[in-house]
């Protein structure tokens, strides 16, 4: 099971019923579209220790497909 990072539900990895969402390597699912989309809004809001991972110095490059569902 994983939980929603917007409103930190458990979501059944298999079927998430919000989708999914690949951000900075790493995939976040979600309960319903109206957490997805707050999430695509403000990321770092959410996921504060995946955005400062990847802080300066790291070599990855965000890639327009991080945000495929």
């Known amino acids: 099971m994983a939980i929603d990072p917007v409103c930190k ?3 059944d990895e298999k079927a998430p019923p ?3 969402v690949h951000y900075w390597e790493k995939v976040f699912y979600f309960c319903t579209e109206d957490c997805r989309k707050a999430f695509r ?3 770092q809001k959410y996921a504060p220790e995946t955005a400062e991972k990847k802080a300066p ?3 990855y490059t965000k890639r327009p497909d991080d945000w495929f569902t």
Do not use: F, L, N
Request: hydrophobic residues 15%; aromatic residues 0%.
């Open 18 to 20: 919000g989708g999914k």
């Open 41 to 43: 809004r403000a990321p």
């Open 9 to 11: 539900k458990e979501i």
């Open 57 to 59: 110095g790291s070599t």
